[in-house]
């Protein structure tokens, strides 16, 4: 009786160790048996299980080594009637043509009824090389594929260009415009520049050196053009008659008389080339000076003085 317990006892485990062995499958498969070198090799891992199961998945990179590892895809997994379907999908090559065995390999697991060992079934494929025609002649390289060319593209290109230089002058110059600092435009008031001319006559030295014309002729112009920019009639082109007359309508009549003795000294070098003595022709660069600095407007002295005691 205790014989026959014990057997009972042994073939019910053995049933049931053989029934939760059912409960987990594995299957390996490709794409194909057949591949060229180089082309990428498809292997699959599909399990079949039952939830509570837990699979210690292996590294089929160190596992396979007779192929090319490439990467691994994410696992596709789905559920149904209490059961887990997953799928591992592994990427590998050959670049050498050679018939591949995929060796078995084991799969360990956990299930509620303890650890089991799961074997995958190997695989054979073939890997070969693309077959060449001996009985044909060599042929040359294809040339080129020559792509016609394209004007209405080529055009339209061409027309973005020269918008876009266009755009990038028009900002360009309106940003240097608006970043360029303002010129200031300095006015030389009439009298300064009449100071300033006869400074530089008087530097000249001409009647010292026998130009007396010149010297009476440059030094008459100085005034004359003085008289234009303080008084604003043209007294460049007017006879000494009717600049004397201007005078007395322009507010310059305090300096006439002074005006007519300078102007009518020029008149007789220029006119009847007459000879001055030293002393005259001195005489004519004081009283310019004093034609200035008696006529210029009181104003722009009284600033011009306030500026220097600053």
């Not at 090799?41 to 007779?66: A, C, E, M, V």
């Not at 590892?69 to 789905?78: A, C, K, L």
């Not at 090389?129 to 390289?141: A, E, G, L, N, R």
């Not at 030094?219 to 201007?246: C, D, H, N, P, Q």
């Amino acid at each position: 009786m205790v014989r026959f317990i014990k057997s009972f006892i042994i073939l019910f485990a053995f049933a049931w160790l053989s029934a939760y062995a059912q409960q987990i499958t594995v299957k390996a498969s490709t794409d194909t048996t057949k591949y060229k070198v180089g082309d990428y090799i498809n292997y699959k891992l599909k399990f079949s299980y039952d939830k509570g199961i837990r699979i210690n998945y292996p590294s089929l990179k160190d596992t396979i080594k007779n192929l090319d590892f490439i990467r691994e895809e994410p696992p596709v997994s789905h559920e149904s009637n209490g059961k887990v379907f997953e799928t591992h999908n592994y990427i590998f090559s050959k670049y050498d043509s050679s018939i591949v065995k995929i060796p078995s390999y084991k799969i360990g697991y956990t299930s509620p009824g303890g650890q089991g060992v799961l074997t995958v079934d190997p695989m054979t494929i073939t890997v070969s090389t693309i077959p060449v025609d001996t009985t044909k002649d060599i042929q040359d390289v294809k040339p080129p594929v020559e792509i016609p060319f394209n004007w209405a593209l080529a055009v339209i290109i061409l027309a973005l260009l020269i918008l876009l230089a266009i755009a990038g002058y028009l900002i360009y110059r309106h940003y240097k415009k608006k970043h360029q600092p303002e010129e200031k435009i300095i006015i030389i008031p009439p009298y300064e520049l009449a100071l300033k001319e006869l400074s530089e006559l008087d530097a000249k030295q001409l009647w010292q050196q026998g130009k007396i014309k010149e010297y009476h002729s440059e030094i008459t112009g100085i005034i004359r053009k003085y008289f234009e920019g303080r008084f604003g009639f043209m007294a460049l082109e007017m006879t000494t008659s009717e600049v004397l007359k201007s005078l007395e309508t322009s507010g310059g009549s305090a300096v006439k008389e002074l005006t007519e003795k300078f102007l009518n000294n020029a008149d007789l070098v220029k006119f009847a080339k007459f000879v001055p003595m030293p002393s005259v022709n001195t005489e004519m660069m004081e009283q310019a000076l004093s034609i200035v600095n008696n006529t210029k407007p009181e104003n722009q002295v009284q600033q011009k003085n306030e500026g220097e005691n600053v």
